[in-house]
């Protein structure tokens, strides 16, 4: 029986509603929809947790934020745990990390004065690391400079604009294009070497896992795509209120704009992002979906080479994202807060033609990040580790509907920051109540802060999430049935790896030992 391969990829910042094949009418992404065609797609997918650290170790763990604790980017993770790497490897897999995990290791391994706590950049344990992609861009840099490119710095100076390019009449300063060709971009460059890496050894079965960069910031493209989409056919952001009502609403929402500065998402940028126009805002847009394409057709390429090496029936890809983007929706930016454009992401699952699936099928029940590692274990006919919160999703790819299935998600948001404590001082709260946790099902978003006042949203009614009814007098049995939800699932889902096991006359009896 011939072996599954596997390539689990993500698109940095990739949110839910940026895919044609599931109703985005303006992108571009003919590759991605192909998948959608070959595969399952699951349109209620969410990542349980942001930014892009935290997120990662999540799907790579199985495992609630609540568990892990590894919940922003630079904190270290318990190095008892396991993960997918370790897993995979131990069936017999060599996986192989093409761009990053943004793991930080455990300092009570190594010391609290290793070099390693000079990043948050490191590799999760267990990876081979094929190419990595780290933030200073080292790697890609050296390579752009035989192409003999002026390199103006390490880190994000490269995606500063070519000072040399002239602005056409009547275009906006952002849509100034990359100094790079679109054959020298970071995902070009990242999706060839995975290639080269299938092509330098095309029999033995694979485990890749591909992290593109795009479309995560600097909001900069190539000049063959910064022109493909017109920031007129954006679709406008979601505004309520005014910036000022909408700073009353919730100290979080004051403080989320207070944080956000410009140069976080393009390379011209001054001050909040929080004040920028709407033709900034449209231009942004459709930069941001100028580089989803981009990331679309370098998946293609890699498809392809599957393809050519017969290699693509029999491979299992997963696609999705690390987590959403606010895009100016509530005059938001990045991946933040508890609003659905930060949580709610893609998921695409291709199976391989053995395993007699009925492809292009859409699944509308609720599934989370933490699902990944359990159903890619669970398509492998490898063990699913107790630590696992998440539950393989193989039933839905068999069309099968799993009993007692999930009816909610859930997230978490931690915006404590241990280097300045901005948060804490202008909140006057403590850093371990600079957190949330989000209910979400179908007809209502609780949002549960530690030290501040709930949310409540109708989604049903309010899908945009504009009116807070957690003061309501008609909505306090909504308020305190999800307290009691939330309350519950925090409870069923309390870290417990050994507490079904227990030692017996027989000896230690329960669930498998991994």
């Not at 280097?419 to 209502?444: Q, W, Y």
Request: one cysteine or more.
């Amino acid at each position: 029986m011939t072996k599954t391969n596997v390539l689990f990829v993500t698109l940095d910042q990739w949110r839910a509603d940026h895919l044609a094949a599931t109703g985005n009418a303006t992108v571009k992404t003919p590759n991605l929809d192909a998948l959608v065609g070959d595969g399952v797609t699951f349109l209620n997918h969410y990542t349980c947790i942001a930014p892009c650290g935290p997120s990662r170790t999540t799907f790579l763990t199985g495992m609630y934020p609540s568990n892990h604790r590894s919940i922003r980017n630079g904190t270290p993770l318990n190095h008892s745990l396991t993960n997918i790497a370790l897993e995979v490897r131990n069936g017999g897999y060599d996986p192989t990390l093409w761009g990053y995990t943004d793991t930080t290791p455990d300092p009570r391994l190594l010391g609290e004065d290793h070099e390693a706590f000079l990043t948050y950049e490191g590799v999760m344990p267990g990876f081979t690391v094929g190419q990595q992609l780290p933030a200073n861009n080292i790697p890609w840099l050296e390579y752009l400079a035989t192409k003999g490119y002026d390199i103006p710095g390490p880190g994000y100076a490269i995606y500063h604009p070519d000072p040399d390019y002239k602005l056409p009449p009547g275009r906006h300063p952002l849509s100034a294009p990359s100094r790079f060709k679109a054959e020298d971009s970071e995902t070009h460059w990242l999706a060839d070497r995975l290639i080269d890496g299938l092509k330098s050894d095309p029999d033995t079965p694979f485990f890749h896992h591909l992290s593109f960069l795009r479309p995560h910031p600097p909001f900069i493209s190539p000049p063959e795509y910064h022109d493909m989409y017109d920031p007129v056919d954006m679709v406008k952001p979601v505004k309520a209120a005014t910036r000022d009502e909408m700073r009353s609403l919730h100290p979080a929402i004051a403080l989320m704009y207070e944080a956000i500065p410009q140069d976080a998402f393009f390379m011209e940028g001054e001050g909040r992002a929080v004040d920028l126009d709407d033709a900034a805002v449209a231009q942004i847009r459709a930069t941001y979906q100028a580089l989803i394409t981009e990331a679309d057709h370098n998946l293609g390429r890699i498809i392809t080479t599957l393809k050519e090496q017969g290699r693509y029936d029999e491979t299992m890809i997963v696609v999705t994202s690390d987590h959403g983007e606010q895009l100016g929706d509530h005059y938001l930016w990045g991946k933040i807060g508890f609003y659905d454009e930060s949580f709610h992401i893609p998921l695409i699952i291709k199976p391989p033609k053995s395993w007699d699936v009925a492809t292009g099928r859409q699944v509308s029940e609720f599934t989370e990040s933490v699902d990944l590692m359990p159903t890619i274990l669970d398509g492998l006919d490898l063990p699913i580790p107790r630590q696992c919160d998440g539950h393989s999703l193989m039933p839905f790819m068999r069309g099968e509907m799993p009993e007692n299935w999930r009816k909610a998600v859930h997230w978490l948001y931690d915006f404590r920051d241990p280097v300045t404590g901005m948060p804490e001082k202008l909140l006057n709260i403590s850093s371990a109540e600079c957190n949330l946790l989000v209910h979400r099902d179908a007809e209502f978003k609780y949002v549960h802060f530690a030290a501040l006042p709930p949310l409540l949203f109708d989604m049903k009614n309010d899908p945009d999430e504009t009116r807070n009814l957690a003061e309501d007098p008609d909505y306090q049995g909504i308020v305190l049935n999800c307290v009691q939800e939330l309350l519950s699932w925090r409870m069923r889902y309390e870290y417990g790896e050994l507490v079904n096991l227990s030692a017996s006359d027989d000896g230690l009896v329960g669930h498998r030992l991994y």
